[in-house]
């Protein structure tokens, strides 16, 4: 199965400021997927990234405060801007890895605003 | 709505020991239901995926069951280890692609 690199594992920033995660796949997928999870919740999909295209956003999210880039097939970024506390979460990266192997998931950002 | 539910929410046990994990779903159309372990800080990895057809699957000492019928699923972890310790999330696929995730439920397994 693919293997991410997900940076960076953690980071405590000032509210107002914003946070660039980046995720770097060792092999090509079409799609890669953002993920938050905020502290005893499940995960919920921020948005699916495309090579080539503009990032599909989930209901609730958006593009100003959440901006993402696609460059390559191997490599995407997630920003959180205009940071708030409530912003304050875990936030992943997946691909997908075929129907029998299910997704990938990067290790995660913990994200603290303060 | 698509809803995976999860029980209990979180469970001790002893070193040693078995334990059962539940997870009811509400997802449709169903394409396959999907267990993750997520170390804390980590993230999720898979442990199996049940597909509409399959009753049972292995994976070491994790046994997952699927009931397509009730729309229920467990995962049996047989002589627990401390490195059990975790979160366990029940994913359900609605279609091929939307994945609809469980809270998950916290186990510590103690010495």
């Known amino acids: 199965s693919a293997v991410i690199s997900q940076k960076p594992s953690r980071d405590i920033c000032q509210r107002g400021t914003s946070l660039t995660i980046q995720c770097q796949v060792d092999?090509?997928?079409?799609?890669m997927f953002w993920y938050r999870q905020q502290p005893g919740q499940s995960l919920t999909l921020i948005a699916t990234?495309?090579?080539?295209?503009?990032?599909?956003?989930e209901s609730g999210f958006v593009i100003d405060k959440f901006p993402i880039s696609r460059p390559n097939l191997t490599f995407s970024t997630l920003t959180v801007s205009n940071m708030s506390p409530e912003d304050s979460s875990i936030y992943l990266c997946?691909?997908?890895?075929?129907?029998?192997?299910?997704?990938?998931f990067g290790s995660g950002t913990r994200l603290t605003v303060v | 709505k698509n809803q995976v539910e999860q029980s209990p929410q979180s469970l001790i046990i002893l070193e040693g020991k078995n334990c059962t994990l539940q997870c009811n779903y509400t997802v449709s159309p169903f394409s396959n239901l999907r267990w993750y372990k997520q170390d804390t800080g980590r993230g999720p990895v898979s442990l199996t995926i049940m597909t509409f057809s399959e009753n049972t699957k292995s994976n070491r000492r994790y046994t997952a069951t699927l009931d397509a019928d009730t729309k229920q699923s467990s995962l049996h972890i047989t002589a627990s280890q401390l490195s059990d310790s975790a979160s366990y999330i029940c994913?359900?696929?609605?279609?091929?692609?939307?994945?609809?995730f469980g809270t998950g439920t916290r186990l510590l397994v103690s010495p």
């Open positions: 997946s691909v997908p890895q075929g129907v029998d192997y299910g997704y990938t």
């Open positions: 994913v359900v696929s609605e279609g091929f692609q939307k994945l609809v």
């Open positions: 092999s090509q997928v079409t799609m």
């Open positions: 990234a495309n090579q080539g295209s503009e990032a599909t956003y």
